[in-house]
């Protein structure tokens, strides 16, 4: 999460920062020394503090930690009073809904009928996240994250300054107090930031953010001759708990248990942005000694989900409806497989109505012993990516972050054909020329080094899966 963070609850998404941006900051950055490097990283980090820890945060942690004792009864009154709230603003102030939505869609939502109403595929939002706004309000500072989920173009999602303080509120009181920890303490983050611009710097592969005690770690480096110098970062800044991308600190785990490295104790690890199997948590519990808990959510905090002391993922109904669905549209009984569709609530500025995440899961039928009376999701499917493997052995994920902030570029897909061959199919728009496929290119070698060849292929479509999805990263190394 290296200036703003890579989303605001630290889940999957890929945030506009000035380290990931290819602008006048990041270019300063990729030249200056690693002390200058770690004292810019502290002092955005200091004004993220502020944006994410200050003002009115206290208020939204006190109020998310006294509905958790809500019963049934609670929380379906809670719902439907936010639910007609942010319905009849999206009639009468929202362009998207207010344009496209039929009288009788329009009277549905007026009246909370939640089903009534169509579900939200993502392309209106990915062409004009402003169409999404709600048009009466003007808030300053105003916050813009985006997305790095199974389409290679990034959604923009736009956070007025509570909104963003009350998502940090939610994470703090049923993530990483459920896990024992806190954003208090000092901790490790595994995000898709550019931490290290050199790809080559094998030593360097972490900076430290000193106004938040929090070690960012690279994604992009993650090797086994690399292995030991994550380490040594636990061991100098005295990390307590770690949260990040699941298959990352999978991977560190597998070169902490073959090179028998020494681990400092932790007190857990949140994982995010990809599914954690079963033997995924048993190799990073080995390596790490600690629990793993994982979290289930999205960059538009359209649905918030997090493991309780007793292992079950709960979804936070404060933080937006959620249904699961067959393909006929009818709800799915407990234990079926469907399609999740989710309805924020925490965001009213930019108000996401039966979203589309593209992902399966199934409602658990047994209730939790942990006594919360917040659904329990018994298993989200389809978000395990392929890993990038470098020539050098690197192993990477989330690596579609090559596609942010590429104007020209409608969608994309990164196939690694060998460790030195890519791919990269991309579906242009009209502006596409060779100054956008160099860019592209320079960014595969920033990431993978100079001694892997690279091809741009221009496509009218990328392929979809039977669900009308595609993956942005495909890797046929095994």
Same mark, same amino acid.
């Given at each position: 999460?290296?200036?703003?963070?890579?989303?605001?609850?630290?889940?999957?998404?890929?945030?506009?920062?000035?380290?990931?941006?290819?602008?006048?900051?990041?270019?300063?950055?990729?030249?200056?020394?690693?002390?200058?490097?770690?004292?810019?990283?502290?002092?955005?980090?200091?004004? =993220?503090?502020?944006?994410?820890?200050?003002?009115?945060? &206290?208020?939204?942690?006190?109020?998310?930690?006294? $509905? &958790?004792?809500?019963?049934?009864?609670?929380? &379906?009154?809670?719902?439907?009073?936010?639910?007609?709230?942010?319905?009849?603003?999206?009639?009468?102030?929202?362009?998207?809904?207010?344009?496209? =939505?039929? &009288?009788?869609?329009?009277?549905?939502?007026?009246?909370?009928?939640?089903?009534?109403?169509?579900?939200?595929?993502?392309?209106?939002?990915?062409?004009?996240?402003?169409?999404?706004?709600?048009?009466?309000?003007?808030? @300053?500072?105003?916050?813009?994250?985006?997305?790095?989920?199974?389409?290679?173009?990034?959604?923009?999602?736009?956070?007025?300054?509570?909104?963003?303080?009350?998502?940090?509120?939610?994470?703090?009181?049923?993530?990483?107090?459920?896990?024992?920890?806190?954003?208090?303490?000092?901790?490790?983050? @595994?995000?898709?930031?550019?931490?290290?611009?050199?790809?080559?710097?094998?030593?360097?592969?972490?900076?430290?953010?000193?106004?938040?005690?929090?070690?960012?770690?690279?994604?992009?480096?993650?090797?086994?001759?690399?292995?030991? @110098?994550?380490?040594?970062?636990?061991?100098?800044?005295?990390?307590?708990?770690?949260?990040?991308?699941?298959?990352?600190?999978?991977?560190?785990? $597998?070169?902490?248990?073959?090179?028998?490295?020494?681990?400092?104790?932790?007190?857990?690890?949140?994982?995010?942005?990809?599914?954690?199997?079963?033997?995924?948590?048993?190799?990073?519990?080995?390596?790490?000694?600690?629990?793993? @808990?994982?979290?289930?959510?999205?960059?538009?905090?359209?649905?918030?989900?997090?493991?309780?002391?007793?292992?079950?993922?709960?979804?936070?109904?404060?933080?937006?409806?959620?249904?699961?669905?067959?393909?006929?549209?009818?709800?799915?009984?407990?234990?079926?497989?469907?399609?999740?569709?989710?309805?924020?609530?925490?965001?009213?500025?930019?108000?996401?109505?039966?979203?589309?995440?593209?992902?399966?899961?199934?409602?658990?039928?047994?209730?939790?012993?942990?006594?919360?009376?917040?659904?329990?999701?018994?298993?989200?499917?389809?978000?395990?990516?392929?890993?990038?493997?470098?020539?050098?052995?690197?192993?990477?994920?989330?690596?579609?972050?090559?596609?942010?902030?590429?104007?020209?570029?409608?969608?994309?897909?990164?196939?690694?054909?060998?460790?030195?061959?890519?791919?990269?199919?991309?579906?242009?728009?009209?502006?596409?020329?060779?100054?956008?496929?160099?860019?592209?290119?320079?960014?595969?070698?920033?990431?993978?080094?100079?001694?892997?060849?690279?091809?741009?292929?221009?496509?009218?479509?990328?392929?979809?899966?039977?669900?009308?999805?595609?993956?942005?990263?495909?890797?046929?190394?095994?």
């Amino acid at each position: 999460m290296i200036g703003k963070p890579s989303c605001p609850n630290g889940m999957r998404c890929l945030g506009k920062s000035w380290v990931a941006n290819m602008g006048k900051l990041d270019k300063i950055y990729t030249i200056s020394p690693l002390w200058l490097q770690n004292t810019m990283v502290s002092t955005y980090g200091a004004y =993220w503090h502020w944006a994410r820890f200050g003002g009115n945060y &206290q208020n939204f942690e006190d109020q998310y930690r006294s $509905r &958790q004792t809500f019963t049934q009864n609670d929380w &379906q009154a809670y719902q439907d009073l936010a639910l007609k709230q942010l319905l009849s603003s999206c009639v009468h102030n929202v362009p998207y809904y207010r344009d496209n =939505w039929s &009288q009788s869609q329009k009277e549905a939502a007026l009246s909370g009928a939640l089903s009534d109403l169509p579900l939200l595929e993502k392309e209106p939002l990915r062409a004009s996240a402003a169409q999404f706004k709600d048009s009466t309000r003007h808030p @300053f500072p105003s916050f813009t994250f985006y997305t790095s989920g199974t389409s290679g173009t990034p959604i923009a999602s736009l956070y007025t300054l509570s909104e963003l303080r009350s998502s940090m509120a939610l994470r703090e009181v049923r993530s990483a107090n459920w896990a024992g920890v806190s954003f208090s303490l000092p901790r490790a983050t @595994f995000s898709g930031r550019l931490v290290e611009p050199d790809p080559n710097n094998d030593q360097h592969v972490y900076r430290y953010n000193a106004a938040e005690k929090q070690v960012y770690f690279s994604a992009f480096h993650l090797k086994p001759t690399t292995a030991r @110098f994550y380490i040594d970062a636990l061991l100098k800044h005295k990390v307590v708990w770690m949260t990040g991308y699941a298959v990352s600190f999978y991977l560190l785990a $597998r070169y902490i248990l073959d090179q028998s490295l020494p681990v400092p104790p932790l007190k857990a690890i949140i994982t995010t942005s990809e599914k954690v199997t079963q033997p995924m948590r048993e190799v990073i519990e080995s390596a790490f000694k600690c629990r793993v @808990f994982e979290e289930y959510s999205t960059v538009e905090n359209a649905l918030f989900a997090s493991e309780c002391e007793h292992g079950r993922l709960h979804v936070s109904p404060d933080a937006g409806v959620v249904e699961i669905l067959r393909p006929d549209g009818s709800a799915c009984a407990p234990g079926e497989v469907g399609e999740v569709v989710a309805t924020c609530l925490l965001r009213s500025y930019q108000p996401l109505v039966r979203f589309r995440l593209g992902d399966l899961a199934a409602w658990d039928p047994e209730p939790c012993p942990c006594g919360r009376y917040m659904p329990v999701i018994k298993e989200v499917l389809g978000r395990i990516e392929d890993v990038i493997t470098g020539p050098d052995g690197r192993q990477m994920v989330r690596f579609h972050g090559i596609f942010v902030n590429q104007p020209h570029v409608i969608e994309g897909q990164v196939i690694q054909k060998t460790l030195q061959d890519f791919v990269v199919k991309v579906v242009p728009t009209p502006g596409f020329s060779e100054a956008d496929i160099q860019d592209i290119q320079a960014r595969m070698h920033q990431r993978l080094g100079e001694n892997i060849n690279v091809v741009i292929e221009q496509v009218q479509t990328i392929p979809r899966t039977s669900a009308g999805k595609f993956k942005a990263v495909i890797s046929k190394v095994k």
